[in-house]
């Protein structure tokens, strides 16, 4: 099966606030991984990604850093708005087993729900 | 707009039919794969396309087929309808194709499938 996962399935922070979502891997393979945004009702959108070389990398407002040795990988958003509302996705990007390392797949994990209070 | 068309966007039908979803990917976009996305599964890799030909394949059923023709756009295609393929289905496109190197995938607002 799947070995992208989330720790937290739902994360509720109050506006203003850091918040931070988790997402455990386990291809040690693996050599780029994206963060994803997903609004109610329309597709995921990219925020950030990161190369396996990177331990972190830093946009507008979100940071993403990667631990290789313990396979984890953080989104950081500072000053989170009611804007940030929304599903996160974790993906990896994974060579396809018997493609002798010519095929990749992006893997998602199932995704966390962020809720901000206003 | 993320650029990436999709249609329809909603579609409802019972089992046993089948059904077509149709995706323009993004002006220049070469690459195109095929996402399902239900509740209990998440995102599911399907099946991708890179100018005109298979590059990789996912958790896609035999029940299920997809192309892309030359003008780049694409079509999947989902018979004999279960009520457990009742799901969002995403499209998504990209310059390159995966293993040509890391690439960010746009994505399409999704058709949503309901087989009754």
């Known amino acids: 099966g799947e070995s992208v996962g989330l720790h937290l399935p739902t994360l509720s922070v109050q506006e203003g606030d850091n918040s931070i979502i988790n997402c455990a891997y386990s291809n040690s393979a693996s050599d780029y991984f994206i963060w994803y945004k997903q609004e109610s009702g329309k597709g995921p959108q990219f925020i950030i990604d990161?190369?396996?070389?990177?331990d972190k990398r830093q946009g507008q407002r979100v940071t993403v850093l990667l631990n290789k040795t313990v396979k984890h990988l953080s989104l950081q958003i500072a000053a989170t708005q009611p804007g940030d509302s929304a599903v996160y996705f974790c993906?990896?990007?994974?060579?396809?087993?018997?493609?002798?390392?010519?095929?990749?797949?992006?893997?998602f994990g199932k995704g966390t729900l962020l809720t901000v209070n206003p | 707009d993320s650029g990436v068309t999709q249609t329809p966007k909603h579609l409802i039908t019972a089992t046993g039919q089948r059904v077509t979803l149709r995706c323009s990917p993004r002006?220049?976009?070469?690459?195109v794969y095929w996402y399902q996305q239900s509740l209990d599964q998440g995102l599911q890799f399907l099946i991708q396309?890179?100018?005109?030909?298979e590059r990789a394949k996912g958790n896609i059923l035999e029940r299920f087929s997809a192309q892309q023709f030359p003008d780049l756009h694409s079509e999947l295609n989902l018979s004999s309808l279960e009520l457990g393929d009742s799901a969002l289905y995403f499209c998504?496109?990209?310059?390159?194709?995966w293993g040509l190197g890391a690439n960010v995938l746009t994505f399409g607002a999704g058709s949503r499938l309901t087989v009754l």
């Open positions: 396309y890179y100018n005109g030909e």
């Open positions: 993906a990896e990007n994974r060579v396809l087993r018997g493609s002798g390392g010519s095929n990749y797949k992006l893997t």
């Open positions: 998504a496109s990209s310059v390159l194709a």
């Open positions: 990161i190369r396996s070389n990177m």
């Open positions: 002006s220049g976009d070469l690459s």
